[in-house]
T-cell receptor, first 113, second 115 residues
Framework: DAKTTQPPSMDCAEGRAANLPCNHSTISGNEYVYWYRQIHSQGPQYIIH???NNETNEMASLIITEDRKSSTLILPHATLRDTAVYYCIVRVAPKTSYDKVIFGPGTSLSVIP | NAGVTQTPKFQVLKTGQSMTLQCAQDMNHEYMSWYRQDPGMGLRLIHY???????DQGEVPNGYNVSRSTTEDFPLRLLSAAPSQTSVYFCASTSPRAGTYSPLHFGNGTRLTVT
């Protein structure tokens, strides 16, 4: 079973920030939080990942709570092209071992004009 | 650098037929895996491999076989196709050498219909 829970769907107005929540209450100390998105029926695309500190890259920001039991992916200025299914997963870094990466159903984000 | 390449893009099979879904990567990744995606169910792990000659089962392995004779290729075999195997299949790869920055790289999928 997936180790994360996400809302099945969300809407966001174009140009506004999209905040996508993820609960991972059973996360272990050596597990990272990764976010992917899947546009239409393409293969999922990596967005960002983090361990315990907040992270930012050119695509998004990731906010992880201090207890690491939940996180939020932030798309600062959502565009229509951000309409996609977003997956939050937890996994160990593969340099130590290979973890079976399990995806849940994700959150379907609709960006509305 | 093509990344992860899957062939064919589309396939229609009759019940009982066999076929092989091809997956190749040119990034020298040690780890490769196969997922299937059904409507509303996210991606489910079928089989994975941590290197040439080493494979293991995922969440939904029944009805599928894999082998890994080279680092580059990880084919998925359906020995006797069933309508329940109608799905979109994704292949992914990654490497432990990149450390924590080691996301999965996905192909663009094979859409399989079994009638």
């Amino acid at each position: 079973d997936a180790k994360t829970t996400q809302p099945p769907s969300m809407d966001c107005a174009e140009g506004r920030a999209a905040n996508l929540p993820c609960n991972h209450s059973t996360i272990s100390g050596n597990e990272y939080v990764y976010w992917y998105r899947q546009i239409h029926s393409q293969g999922p695309q990596y967005i960002i990942h983090g361990l315990k500190n907040n992270e930012t890259n050119e695509m998004a920001s990731l906010i992880i709570t201090e207890d690491r039991k939940s996180s939020t992916l932030i798309l600062p200025h959502a565009t229509l092209r951000d309409t996609a299914v977003y997956y939050c997963i937890v996994r160990v870094a593969p340099k130590t071992s290979y973890d079976k990466v399990i995806f849940g159903p994700g959150t379907s984000l609709s960006v509305i004009p | 650098n093509a990344g992860v390449t899957q062939t064919p893009k589309f396939q229609v099979l009759k019940t009982g037929q066999s076929m092989t879904l091809q997956c190749a990567q040119d990034m020298n990744h040690e780890y490769m895996s196969w997922y299937r995606q059904d409507p509303g169910m996210g991606l489910r792990l079928i089989h994975y491999s941590v290197g040439a000659g080493i494979t293991d089962q995922g969440e939904v392995p029944n009805g599928y076989n894999v082998s890994r004779s080279t680092t580059e290729d990880f084919p998925l075999r359906l020995l006797s196709a069933a309508p329940s195997q109608t799905s979109v299949y994704f292949c992914a790869s990654t490497s432990p050498r990149a450390g924590t920055y080691s996301p999965l790289h996905f192909g663009n999928g094979t859409r399989l219909t079994v009638t």
